[in-house]
């Protein structure tokens, strides 16, 4: 779907829109949703369909690549997709873990509030 040499890119055009990150708190409406994925899907030449299953499958990768997590610390979780990784997948998740871990860390673990940030 998206070209591997933009991945990154696409994961910074994610954290600079926070109504998908934080849509659950935000609580936007699906058809706002679908024309952010419309902009996504021109910027990054797939359809708005596509957009939003490549950050469903990020969201994925991201659990697989925190498993001692809880489940309350993730903004996404669906349960089910745990169950259901292949070898490949496995090897994919874990070559990717090194680039993208820290940036998806940043968009899809709750932190908790530090001194510095109150």
């Not at 030449?45 to 957009?51: G, L, N, Q, T, V």
């Not at 299953?53 to 979780?77: C, D, G, S, T, V």
């Not at 990784?85 to 940043?106: M, Q, R, V």
């Amino acid at each position: 779907m998206l070209d591997p040499q933009r991945m990154e890119e696409f994961i910074e055009q994610i954290r600079l829109t926070p109504a998908i990150w934080k849509n659950q708190e935000f609580d936007i409406p699906r058809t706002h949703l679908n024309e952010i994925w419309a902009h996504f899907g021109h910027t990054f030449d797939i359809s708005p369909k596509e957009a939003e299953k490549q950050w469903e499958y990020f969201i994925r990768l991201h659990r697989f690549m925190n498993p001692e997590a809880k489940k309350e610390q993730f903004r996404f979780y669906k349960m089910s997709q745990l169950d259901e990784w292949s070898k490949a997948e496995c090897l994919i998740a874990d070559s990717l873990a090194i680039f993208l871990k820290p940036a998806l860390d940043e968009l899809l673990l709750i932190s908790k509030p530090t001194e510095s940030s109150v």
